[in-house]
């Protein structure tokens, strides 16, 4: 039933705009679009020269030569390293602090790591130009403490900071979930038998907290890759990445083209992602002891130098987030309550009242947009977490060739939003033909399909651990005593890994709150925008009104949040 | 929620609870399934014929109102296909005014539709041998009836036919050879600045002084339609190569529209995604000089901001004209209640407030108009476009070898 979704859902619709890489007009098949991006530098840069079967002796000196062409695709993958390694770096941080100490709202900070997540890039773009633009925050603070101020806009250190943004509280998340899991009686046996903390720390936490680590490397990896809005807003056009091409050519209905792009980024995410999961699977670590490691508080009682050390330097870290995530929300707060004339105003969310009361059928008003963000990210939930938990006990089966299911389950995450969009468009919404009849699907259904799918492998990346370290055993003794495979998932397997699926339940909500790229294609009702939408729409000359509307968005997310984890009870996972 | 200050007891009371909301889970999310399996889908019988999909096509999906004809005493319903901002912008469009003018006058329901991409959504369609559920489109530029026609071999309009007033549209704004357009208003794409920071250059060649180093945003002409007629302005301005089709204005012909960007992106120009990236860059203050509408004073007089801020130049004296054009679609359920929407959208009254709430143009020259209103909305003196012939089987090379030059890295 799973799978049969999916296929229907999913891999045909997209099958059926990536198969246009190989399509001649007459019908045949050629590999010519291929084999031409291969061959171009402008792609490939000095890489295209051996796809052109130049000798390699001849390459590499100018592979490694420093005015070396990265080509498009070799920078898109230049700019998502750095991003991966920059969120890693911000992110860890993080996990230590919210693993390790306590403090309170520690539990309220940790369900709002997932805020960025939702965040639209335009709204994304307008609190980054505030807080780090010419006129921005940052610069007003380096001007008042008497530094030079700082031209990050347009750059690429814009982009991998907006990055940052976006996925080092994922890495934080997951991380954070890893530490909470390492056993204290396995550091307290190794401190027992000598061990420094140094060493305790090498040798038993770091090993569990790695692969946690990688998997918030892989998808930050694998979501930079694919970046694209927040490229041209903060960056500009000679930044450039690869979906902006898949873009472009989608739009220009240059489908092979757009095809052969998005097959070559999907090959490459899928690549990393699989290396990734070899990784996990040959290093595992399950100790789910009973017993976390003691949080630590945040004010020790009695200040010694190696209670001060680390403190100082989550000080330091605190004042980086504050810069690097909070200033950007509150610089997007800021604009929507500041009006033309630099004052303070609520003249956009009387806007908002005033759209919400006089505006048209036709037009997008506010409370409708709250209401499918909210009715569509609870079905796309509900739809994907069967589909993900089913998914992850077909990847915890012992078979040939599993891992490679394993990562084609996770496809969705790798590809391009728009060739997605266009491929539910194409198969569901216009309908597809069977036996003389023409079967169409609302975009509103089209939508919570879209969402679901792209959530569904969050709640197989939380749920598939827990599983594999399962004890064999109780299942065995289940199906022995007569209870059917289904009942073994419902009453057995499930509630030992519900923490995942709570877990994955949040990402996959979030993912569908925060999805713009598929939804705005097929939202083509005027009854099916949501939040990110209406944000869209907003946007005039003035960021006011669309900026109100960004807030509204993070308070309902933000509520969301703070509901969905109360309601599941403890998490873990991601 | 971690178990670090978790009472065992609490812990406790909530493990059933929480096996409780599994199961409803599981149920819900059960019936969901299904119910979105059902609810959303539907199905119709193609017919016998292959390709027919004139008069007598039922619409297909459950958020189309019908369009039935054969005679029934129902009113009409006219779907009018358009872009967004036309129908709902948060300023000011014209979409809510024509609708309420048009069905007061017509027996005739409107419905406006406005899928993103716009024309291409349609060419897709088409394409998919879906209906197309509208019966005109309005507002699209002469490229995009330029994509059509190469995309499509049949086309997407059928000829504009005998239209009342048609003869009031001004001359150079007919841009269809084929007579399917119709045009009903225009606007200029010129360079917006904030005159308190700088004042802009009189000439193209004027923005490659060290003077205007990073001084210029402009949008990616491959998503943008701004960024695509400041692109076709330094083309006619500079042309496109010794070969190429065009002799830019300049009568230089070594020298090209890439090397113009060239030496604009040493200087530091910068290209964003869409007018809305750039518009607000402008606004914080990134730069100080725009690719935007000659209209723009309107909007700020409109919010009352500082006119200072926002000065409008034409380059060259010059600036690209974008009219928008409307036409019935192939295959439209009401061809005939269109071709009146079509007159009415040229009456005289009707022109002035399109071009007032559209902030833009009209595109005939009987257009009722406030005496003021040229004092803030501002042409040029020698307005440039380029017509069909010339951009068909060009524009979209022209786009992707700026692409290549500007991005390569």
């Known amino acids: 039933m799973t799978s049969a979704l999916l296929v229907v859902a999913f891999y045909y619709p997209i099958g059926t705009v990536l198969v246009e890489a190989v399509i001649v007009v007459d019908g045949g098949v050629t590999l010519g679009v291929f084999a031409e991006i291969l061959r171009d530098p402008f792609y490939f840069g000095e890489l295209a020269r051996l796809f052109a079967k130049e000798s390699p002796f001849a390459v590499a000196p100018d592979i490694v030569s420093s005015d070396r062409r990265l080509g498009i695709i070799g920078f898109t993958a230049y700019q998502a390293v750095l991003s991966t390694i920059a969120s890693v770096a911000l992110g860890l941080p993080a996990a230590y602090l919210l693993a390790r100490f306590e403090f309170r709202g520690r539990q309220a900070l940790r369900s709002l790591t997932i805020v960025p997540f939702v965040l639209p890039s335009i709204m994304v773009a307008v609190g980054f130009v505030a807080t780090f633009g010419r006129n921005g925050t940052l610069n007003a603070v380096l001007g008042a403490v008497g530094l030079p101020p700082v031209e990050l806009m347009f750059t690429l250190e814009a982009i991998v900071i907006a990055h940052v943004f976006y996925n080092a509280p994922l890495v934080a998340r997951v991380t954070t979930a890893a530490w909470e899991s390492v056993d204290a009686s396995a550091v307290e046996t190794a401190r027992s038998l000598g061990a420094g903390p140094i060493r305790a720390f090498y040798d038993v936490v770091a090993p569990q907290v790695y692969p946690a680590v990688l998997t918030g490397a892989a998808l930050t990896f694998v979501f930079t890759f694919g970046t694209f809005p927040i490229v041209l807003a903060l960056g500009g056009f000679q930044l450039a990445t690869v979906e902006v091409f898949i873009y472009r050519f989608v739009r220009d209905l240059s489908y092979a083209e757009a095809a052969a792009l998005a097959i070559i980024e999907l090959v490459i995410s899928l690549g990393v992602l699989l290396a990734y999961l070899r990784y996990e699977a040959r290093n595992t670590v399950r100790s789910r002891g009973a017993r976390p490691l003691p949080r630590r508080s945040l004010f020790p009682s009695a200040p010694t130098a190696r209670e001060l050390l680390p403190r100082l330097g989550l000080a330091g870290y605190v004042v980086v987030a504050g810069l690097v995530f909070v200033a950007p929300i509150a610089s997007m707060v800021l604009a929507s309550v500041t009006g033309g004339d630099g004052g303070l105003t609520l003249d956009h969310y009387r806007f908002l009242v005033d759209r919400q009361r006089t505006g048209t059928a036709f037009q997008v008003r506010p409370w409708p947009a709250i209401r499918n963000s909210l009715t569509f990210a609870g079905a796309a939930t509900l739809l994907a977490l069967p589909m993900g938990v089913v998914v992850a006990v077909l990847t915890t089966r012992r078979y040939r060739g599993r891992k490679l299911v394993d990562a084609a389950a996770m496809a969705p995450l790798a590809v391009s939003g728009i060739i997605v969009g266009l491929g539910l468009l194409r198969g569901l919404v216009f309908g597809f033909e069977v036996w003389g009849w023409r079967i169409t699907v609302a975009g509103s259904v089209a939508i919570v399909v879209a969402h679901a799918v792209a959530g569904y492998p969050f709640v197989v990346r939380t749920v598939a651990p827990g599983l594999a370290g399962l004890d064999r055993s109780l299942i065995e003794s289940a199906r022995a005593l007569g209870a059917s495979r289904v009942r073994v998932i419902r009453d057995i397997e499930l509630p030992l890994v519900w923490p995942g699926v709570v877990a994955g339940a949040a990402f996959a909500f979030a993912i569908s709150i925060g999805e713009f790229t598929a939804t705005v294609v097929l939202a083509t009702g005027v009854d099916a925008y949501t939040m990110p939408v209406a944000i869209e729409r907003f946007i005039g000359r003035r960021l006011g009104p669309a900026t109100a509307m960004g807030v509204i968005l993070l308070i309902v997310t933000g509520l969301s949040f703070v509901v969905v984890e109360r309601l599941g009870g403890e998490s873990r996972g991601l | ?409």
Not at chain 2, 215 to 239: D, E, K, M, W, Y
Not at chain 2, 329 to 345: C, K, L, T, V
Request: glycine share 10%; proline share 4%; charged share 25%.
């Open chain 2, 1 to 409: 929620m971690t178990d670090d200050e978790t009472t065992a007891d609490r812990r406790d009371t909530a493990r059933p609870a929480r096996r409780h909301t599994r199961r409803q889970f599981l149920a819900v999310g059960g019936a969901a399934a299904g119910a979105v399996a059902l609810a959303g889908c539907s199905a119709e019988q193609t017919g016998d014929g292959t390709g027919d999909d004139g008069d007598g096509t039922d619409k297909n999906t459950g958020d189309d109102t019908d369009g039935e004809d054969n005679g029934t005493e129902e009113t009409p319903t006219l779907t009018v296909a358009t872009y967004e901002s036309f129908i709902d912008a948060p300023s000011v469009s014209p979409g809510e005014w024509l609708k309420d003018e048009f069905e007061s006058r017509f027996d005739a329901e409107l419905e406006w539709a406005t899928p993103d991409n716009g024309v291409n959504y349609y060419i897709e369609r088409e394409r998919s041998g879906a209906d197309l559920n509208a019966d005109l489109y309005v507002g699209f530029n002469t490229d995009d009836l330029v994509q059509i026609d190469e995309e499509l071999n049949d086309g997407l309009f059928a000829e504009s036919g005998d239209i009342a007033g048609l003869e009031a549209v001004r001359e150079g704004l007919r841009f269809d050879p084929f007579d399917r357009a119709v045009p009903f208003d225009t606007g200029y794409i010129s360079l917006v600045y904030n005159g308190t920071q700088t004042e802009a250059p009189e000439t193209f060649d004027g923005l490659l002084d060290d003077e205007h180093r990073g001084a210029l945003i402009a949008q990616n002409p491959g998503s943008s339609t701004t960024g695509r007629a400041f692109l076709l302005h330094t083309v006619h301005r500079f042309g496109d190569g010794a070969d190429g089709a065009i002799d830019g204005a300049d009568g230089d012909t070594a020298y090209d529209y890439l090397d113009y960007w060239a030496e604009l992106q040493d200087n530091d120009v910068r290209v964003l995604g869409s007018w809305d990236n750039t518009y607000s860059a402008w606004s914080e203050g990134e730069a100080p000089m725009v690719v935007s509408y000659s209209t723009d004073q309107v909007f700020a007089d409109m919010e009352g901001a500082d006119l200072g801020e926002h000065q409008i130049r034409f380059l060259n004296d010059q600036a690209y004209a974008n009219p928008e054009g409307m036409a019935v679609f192939n295959g439209a359920d009401h061809p005939d209640i269109a071709r009146e929407f079509m007159s009415f959208m040229l009456e005289p009254a009707v022109q002035g407030e399109i071009a007032e709430r559209n902030v833009a143009f009209p595109a005939t020259d009987t257009a009722d108009l406030p005496d003021d209103y040229a004092a803030l909305a501002q042409e040029p003196a020698d307005p440039v476009t380029f017509r069909y012939e010339e951009l068909q089987g060009s524009v979209s090379e022209w786009v992707s070898d700026w692409e290549r030059q500007f991005a390569g890295n």
